[in-house]
């Protein structure tokens, strides 16, 4: 039997700590709540729940090393992730092939943005303090990430995010968000970066129930599971290389 794929959830903290709605809607933080679920699905194992207020933000080279996909949320405090540990995540992800699920908010990290190599930026609104429905149509059905799902599912109140968004083509499209204000916006988006891939799910805004959403949960676990690392056997050289065959 294979082992389980072990998973590090990066969860910024801050929100839980200072706003009594986000305090209501996930009394043990966001990253308590996906782990909570991960912990019921068979395969994976969620083995820290890191936070930016935990020494090294949670992520030191012990953590980083035990990882095969980190999930990352985070929204008010982007700019205060040190940029050596953002480093660390990028090689990890490029040249060691962990897998990065980025939730939400964090489409402006720095992690997420030093992946991609654009703005990451978008239009947004969170109507009325209340939000809108949002329809999540499912347009790559043969994709690992829609298994077990039906072909679109809807969030009766969420926070809208529009196009367009600044991300290169990204290499799989699997999910594109329709918005009661009329809005669209590529909410589930794949990429391969060197030897990691990296996932973007959009659902997520802290003040609404999302991740206790069984949609949405199910879509996290099926993007882990599809981010995470391919083992090479013998790993792969990038040097001055004899030929394989005879040459004379
Ligand atoms: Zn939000």
Redesign the pocket.
Known sequence: MSQPLRVTIWNEGVHEKTHPVVQKVYPQGMGHQIKSYLDTVPGIEAIAVAQLDDPEHGLTDAVLEQTDVMTWWG?TAHDRVDDAIVEKVYQRVTQQGMGLVAL??AHYSKIFRRLMGTSCSLKWREYKGIGEKERLWLVDPAHPIADGLPEYFELERT?MYGEHFDIPQPDQQVFISWFQGGEVFRSGCCWHRGRGKVFYFRPG??TLPIYYDAHVLRVIANGIRWAAPTRIAGGIRRDNTEPLEAME
């Open positions: 929204h939400h908010s926070e805004h802290e």
